[in-house]
């Protein structure tokens, strides 16, 4: 790899000027003879941009040979669906996606969620190399049809994305209220009274995208009496989340896409509604160089302004301007893989049902309440008591828990202080929150905590 700039960078220079001279007019004998030095420095050429320079790899991929697709990889046509590994990092030696398998065909590929829904790490040892008419795609998905039969159910978010609200339909789930989408910006379900829309997710990232976390889910929509076909649309899920990080050069000639899905109609206009758009996801590249004639797009609903985050970070960028949508934001040199955090909150307990094991285990089972399941069986309606383990979160930080109707039932949020006499000396805290007067139904409980860093 031979750029300009690449070649700047590789050299120290230490050149001193013209000796100056510093003095008093009066007292000259004060005067001093002083010497600037310039020096100009740069990361050493070979850099491990992508932390993996000596991790197990993949291999060499390319679209257009199976025998480099990885175990289990699904075809479907020119479509290619990689498995994620369980922690969402997959590396390869170089990563080249142009024609499809035995065709001529641009490519597309995808990635299997994981159980624990992580975003796309995808780290390379070489380069990377998007053809024109290709693409990289982690975008959420869009609500299933609702018909006389079934309400619309909320698209999935792509991987590190955030399911979309089901629509309501009384005669099937009892619901009148469409339900928030779920993530951190979740659209709020359409409601009868007072009579709103479903409402677009919005999403909630750092210009940095770190940490880094897709879009959220649009509301579902709402069902006014339950008269056949009166099911109210599901809303859209957030767009994925994707990190590639390039040791050589990303060349992007096709496109890297994590947009929102959309949310499906009313199924009868007299008497629901509409599910709404998911947000836009995440993208962020770290490389060596960066070029090519491509597009990025992290795009939600163009009417509703909640397009998710791009991040270009190079020592050597020649995208335009305009080859992203939304318009990135850009470094000059690749920053850390991850946040300087680890930080995390946890729901653990849920009416005495234990979750996860003890502090510093992992969740003995992984929460599927994000693909649509139910995790935990209350044995009757009442107040529900949760406890809340936090780990290198600061005291005193404010912990949001959200209580999302799914769609029945009401949504409350409510928060709790971490106290320090409920910390260890690891800096693991529990935390203690009571939800009253729950009624029967379906819900989705989340746990965020938002602090900055000095």
Not at 210 to 236: D, I, Q, W
Not at 330 to 356: C, F, H, K
Not at 370 to 392: H, N, R
Request: glycine letters at 18%.
């Amino acid at each position: 790899m031979n750029h300009p700039m690449h070649l700047l960078r590789q050299g120290m220079l230490a050149s001193p000027s013209m000796p100056q001279t510093n003095c008093n007019p009066v007292m000259r004998f004060s005067c001093i003879i002083g010497t600037v030095v310039m020096l100009v420095l740069a990361v050493p050429a070979g850099a491990d941009i992508c932390g993996c320079e000596t991790s197990p790899s993949l291999g060499a991929f390319d679209s257009g040979d199976p025998a480099t697709y990885p175990p289990s990889t699904e075809i479907s046509d020119h479509v290619l669906s990689i498995p994620l590994s369980a922690d969402g990092v997959l590396v390869f030696d170089s990563f080249t996606v142009d024609d499809g398998p035995g065709t001529h065909t641009s490519a597309v590929v995808r990635f299997i969620r994981n159980a624990a829904n992580s975003p796309v790490q995808l780290r390379i040892k070489g380069d990377l190399f998007i053809g024109s008419g290709s693409s990289i795609n982690v975008s959420g998905d869009a609500a299933i049809r609702r018909d006389n039969n079934i309400n619309g159910i909320g698209g999935l978010g792509g991987p590190g994305g955030f399911r979309g609200g089901d629509g309501a339909y009384q005669l099937v789930n009892f619901a009148a209220d469409g339900a928030t989408g779920l993530g951190p910006g979740g659209g709020l379900g359409a409601t009868v009274v007072p009579e709103a829309e479903a409402e677009p997710a919005s999403f909630v990232g750092t210009p940095e995208l770190l940490p880094l976390v897709g879009g959220a889910g649009g509301g579902g929509g709402r069902s006014t009496t339950n008269e056949l076909g009166c099911a109210g649309g599901g809303g859209g899920g957030g767009g994925g989340a994707i990190f590639i990080a390039v040791n050589g050069d990303a060349i992007i000639d096709g496109e890297i896409v994590a947009d929102g899905g959309d949310g499906n109609s009313y199924w009868t206009f007299r008497c629901s509604s509409s599910g709404s758009h998911g947000s836009g996801g995440a993208i962020r590249i770290a490389a060596e160089g960066l070029g090519g004639g491509g597009k990025l797009y992290a795009r939600g609903d163009s009417s509703s302004n909640n397009d998710g985050g791009i991040r270009l970070e190079a020592y050597s960028n020649s995208l335009s301007d305009d080859a992203t949508d939304p318009v990135a934001s850009r470094a000059q040199a690749p920053g850390p893989l991850l946040g300087p955090l680890s930080a995390s909150v946890a729901i653990t307990t849920v009416n005495g049902e234990m979750l996860s094991r003890e502090s510093g285990e992992p969740l003995a089972t992984l929460p599927q309440g994000g693909y649509g399941l139910i995790d935990v069986v209350l044995s009757a309606p009442g107040a529900v008591d949760l406890e809340l383990l936090s780990s290198g979160v600061p005291i005193n930080t404010e912990i949001a828990v959200s209580l999302k109707a799914s769609p029945n039932g009401r949504s409350e949020l409510l928060t709790a202080l971490i106290d320090p006499g409920n910390c260890n000396a690891d800096g693991d805290c529990t935390i203690a929150v009571s939800v009253p007067d729950v009624v029967a139904g379906r819900y989705v409980i989340e746990a965020q905590a938002t602090f900055q860093t000095p």
